[in-house]
């Protein structure tokens, strides 16, 4: 080749690298960068990618060339999920991606819209406090992850989609974790056309069935998406906390106003707002708790500053109390930098040919930034692998996008818009985890285990009030 293509493992003829997609499994991919370097060169079918595995070059991907990188909706069921990019996490770069992402700000993250949201955090962190002290009171186990899925949820769709799922007719507010996990599995579902576009992918995944699983796992994340809709066009609609998100789009389309506003524009703003908000959210503080029963040490020295700090006696928190608090918030930061919650950012692609560390990028070609190998860079981190909050204690790195050693909400133009909102989901959800409970692993029976993210977590716990 006339370009100085990255290195990476050799190529089979037609399916590349199809053999190794194991290897961009979070737990495998430092593998990856430890044989062929921070920039790696590979090719799933005809789908040519490189990965991203040290901060110089993230700093130049995210950075340098943020411009000439577009988001990608890779596969089938991303492009399925995201309404064929009418969405904001896979809209190509443009006037419609940025009036949606403008949008978002202003309707949904602005600071004005998060601190006036603060009192549906604070009730439902309340009525989490209180289910919790009856498990506790009756000796029986917690699910973390049916717990933290439904106080996330319930956040998420009071604030962004108007839905108050204690109410609601068409969802249960126990079933949150289990929608978000099916469509976990339409992202990961690979099809054969994904690979090798054209006529022939689509016939071989028709025959093999793979199109029919697919669009069955669809459907019902897209009836839940159509209800919230449907619910939002009733006349007469009861709205509780104020016009959200959905109702000025549905008024701007009315208007026609803006950019022309369709259904999957509709659909897709839903999906983003519930599927990037709930998960990343609850996976974050299902890892942060699981982290902590595995580290006593840690764990102790946490609740003793909560509890020195706010005194013993209240009877419920505000999000003010998160103020006061130091090492709290830095073992927030580990937890970020173990286990960022999208491993691999949203894929971009490039728009032009770029150069990145001395190697030529191809346009067209998939870039994936591997947040979870940078962070956990041996050359960068002392015992990388090691949840130790205290190794930030006199370190000024933080995880807002500037240092390209931490990102798990990505950096530049496509940095995650919820940051601040999954911030104070994730900070004011474990400081009333911690302030009013301990916790365990059950005594007699192994605790259950859920995989989650990039590894296996605690799921099945022992809760004690205070
Ligand atoms: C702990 C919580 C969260 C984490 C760790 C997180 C992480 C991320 C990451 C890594 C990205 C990709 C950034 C990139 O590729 O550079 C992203 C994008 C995004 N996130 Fe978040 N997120 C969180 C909470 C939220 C919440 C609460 C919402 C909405 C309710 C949200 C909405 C979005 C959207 C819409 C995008 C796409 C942005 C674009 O492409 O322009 N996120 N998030």
């Known amino acids: 080749s006339k370009w100085n293509l990255p290195p990476g493992p050799p190529k089979l003829p037609i399916i590349g690298n199809l053999h190794q997609r194991g290897e961009l499994h979070p737990r495998n991919r430092r593998n990856l960068s430890e044989k062929y370097g921070p920039v790696v060169h590979l090719r799933f079918g005809f789908v040519p990618m490189v990965v991203i595995s040290s901060k110089e070059a993230a700093e130049d991907v995210l950075k340098t060339h943020d411009l000439e990188c577009c988001n990608r909706p890779e596969t089938a069921g991303i492009r399925m999920i995201s309404y064929n990019a009418k969405d904001i996490g896979f809209a190509p770069y443009g006037e419609e991606w940025r009036a949606m992402r403008k949008l978002s700000v202003v309707e949904l993250f602005s600071s004005k819209k998060i601190q006036s949201f603060r009192y549906v955090r604070e009730e439902e962190n309340n009525l989490l406090v209180k289910k919790l002290s009856e498990s506790a ?52 579902t690979s099809m054969f056309s994904d690979l090798f576009p054209g006529r022939i992918g689509e016939l071989i995944d028709l025959f093999t069935g793979q199109t029919k699983r697919l669009e069955n796992a669809f459907s019902e994340l897209d009836t839940f998406f159509q209800n919230v809709l449907d619910d939002h066009l009733k006349p ?42 709930v998960s990343t959210s609850a996976s974050t503080m299902i890892w942060a708790m699981t982290e902590l029963i595995r580290n006593p040490r840690v764990m102790k020295k946490v ?111 496509r940095i995650c818009p919820g940051m601040a909102m999954g911030i104070v989901i994730v900070e004011f959800g474990l400081l009333n985890l911690l302030y009013f409970f301990d916790w365990g692993l059950p005594e007699k029976e192994a605790a259950k285990k859920i995989t989650t993210g990039d590894g296996v977590a605690l799921d099945l716990v022992q809760v004690v009030l205070h």
């Open 236 to 277: 007469g609609r009861r709205v509780q906390e104020g016009s959200d998100i959905i109702d000025v789009m549905i008024d701007m389309m009315r208007k026609q106003d803006s950019f022309k506003i369709t259904t999957d524009h509709l659909k897709g703003m839903i999906s983003d707002i519930f599927l990037a908000g």
């Open 137 to 188: 009171s009756s000796e029986s186990l917690v699910s973390l992850k049916k717990t933290l899925y439904t106080l996330v949820g319930s956040i998420v769709c009071r604030v962004g989609l108007g839905q108050n799922l204690h109410e609601c007719e068409f969802i249960d507010e126990d079933g949150i974790a289990d929608i978000v996990q099916r469509s976990e599995l339409l992202t990961r």
């Open 303 to 413: 609740q003793d500053e909560i509890r020195t700090t706010l005194g013993d006696k209240k009877e419920s928190l505000t999000e003010e109390d998160l103020n006061q608090l130091h090492y709290f918030k830095l073992m927030v930061k580990e937890i970020f930098r173990l286990h960022p919650a999208a491993p691999l950012l949203l894929p971009r692609e490039t728009m032009s040919h770029i150069k990145i560390q001395g190697y030529d990028i191809p346009k067209k070609t998939q870039i994936l930034v591997n947040a979870y190998a940078i962070a956990r860079d041996p050359n960068v981190w002392k015992n990388p692998d090691e949840f130790d909050p205290d190794r930030f204690v006199d370190s000024s790195v933080d995880y807002r996008g500037l240092n390209f050693e931490l990102l798990p909400f990505g950096s530049g133009r």
